[in-house]
């Protein structure tokens, strides 16, 4: 079993920046590639970024390419997701989640260990 926490939400302006982290614990490894999703209320949940299990590849979604970055710490156990220039379209409750495999995927079904989520409100 894998448990993945998150941390770092918050209330910010437009413009703005905030980082989310997602600390792994239980029967992880650094091999698992890992992933953001965000849920806006009234909306199914929805892709942001993902990173591979060694960190040497990333993909985003286009709404968030170019202000947002991906990035891991195996070390630690922990992935960063980076968020700069935030739009009150970002505001929704963002999802770590963990698949058993290497490689980057952008489907919610892929993911097989999701954390609790992490409220973002970017305000205008």
């Known amino acids: 079993q894998v448990q993945l926490v998150e941390s770092g939400g918050g209330l910010v302006q437009d413009g703005g920046s905030l980082r989310l982290s997602c600390a792994a614990s239980?029967?992880?490894?650094?091999?698992?590639?890992r992933g953001w999703f965000r849920q806006a209320p009234g909306k199914e949940r929805e892709f942001v970024a993902a990173?591979?299990?060694?960190?040497?590849?990333?993909t985003y979604a286009d709404s968030v390419k170019g202000r947002f970055t991906i990035s891991r710490d195996n070390v630690k156990k922990t992935v960063a997701l980076q968020m700069n220039s935030l739009k009150p379209e970002d505001t929704a409750v963002y999802y770590c989640?963990?698949?058993?495999?290497?490689?980057?995927?952008?489907?919610?079904?892929?993911?097989?260990?999701w954390g609790q989520g992490t409220q973002v409100t970017v305000s205008s």
């Open positions: 239980g029967r992880t490894s650094s091999s698992y590639a």
């Open positions: 989640a963990g698949r058993s495999g290497p490689w980057v995927k952008v489907a919610p079904k892929e993911y097989e260990y």
């Open positions: 990173i591979s299990g060694s960190g040497g590849s990333t």
